[in-house]
Nanobody, 117 residues
Framework: QVQLVESGGDLVQAGGSLRLSCAAS????????MGWYRQAPGKQRELVAG???????NYATFVKGRFTISRDNAKNTVSLQMNSLRPEDTAVYYC???????????WGQGTQVTVSS
């Protein structure tokens, strides 16, 4: 029913940019809080950025000023613009929805971002 599909991950050099996209279906997209998370090998999954139904955003301190989260309710998508990428940004990036009505979380399959030195 609920499905999140990420795209845009790639191999880039340090200092480069990428734009990730998450396409959502099976939900009332516009009323739900969306988020981007990442997980590096051997590490815990961590919040990168979130955006609420009214467009309010929050960011992890380590990406503030470099990454920008946005949503397009007409297209049921949420994006993450990543600039000034660093090798420590290397991780699988996941899209997540927090459903307003049920409180349940749903995750996408992830997209790999690799930043070379």
């Amino acid at each position: 029913q609920v499905q999140l599909v990420e795209s845009g991950g790639d191999l880039v050099q340090a200092g480069g940019s990428l734009r990730l996209s998450c396409a959502a279906s099976g939900m009332m997209f516009s009323i739900n809080t969306m988020g981007w998370y990442r997980q590096a090998p051997g590490k815990q999954r961590e919040l990168v950025a979130g955006i609420t139904s009214d467009g309010s955003t929050n960011y992890a301190t380590f990406v503030k000023g470099r990454f920008t989260i946005s949503r397009d309710n007409a297209k049921n998508t949420v994006s993450l613009q990543m600039n000034s990428l660093r090798p420590e940004d290397t991780a699988v990036y996941y899209c997540k929805v927090q459903l307003r009505w049920s409180g349940r979380d749903y995750w996408g399959q992830g997209t790999q971002v690799t930043v070379s030195s």
